[in-house]
């Protein structure tokens, strides 16, 4: 490998055009080897044309986004009442894991 990356582009590609007319002159290659070969081939050339894409929105207007803050999303989630139970144990779970880790902590410290 460290061999092969001292070579130049100009190398690399005659290497892989070389490896692609093999397969297609192979008569053992299959149809679909063989049709990817010459692609790699029209690839290495630059024979395939640019493509471009656009991308609109409905009717070909512009493409609508919303964005919106984590506060106001939360807000919204809390608004939920299966949500708000949900946030509230999360709270309680992550306050209870600063706590321990706190205490743990201040163990380790010498200070407890």
Do not use: C, N, W
């Not at 093999?22 to 063989?34: F, L, M, N, S, T």
């Amino acid at each position: 490998m460290l061999v092969r990356s001292q070579i130049s582009i100009e190398e690399q590609r005659a290497e892989s055009r070389a490896r692609y007319e093999q397969i297609i002159r192979d008569p053992k290659a299959h149809i679909r080897d063989r049709i990817r070969a010459q692609t790699r081939i029209d690839r290495l050339m630059g024979l395939e044309a640019p493509v471009q894409m656009e991308v609109s929105g409905t009717g070909g207007g512009p493409i609508e986004i919303e964005a919106r803050h984590a506060h106001a999303v939360l807000d919204g989630l809390k608004q939920r009442p299966e949500t708000a139970a949900a946030l509230r144990l999360i709270a309680k779970q992550q306050s209870r894991a600063l706590t321990t880790k706190t205490v743990t902590s201040k163990t380790k410290g010498g200070e407890a």
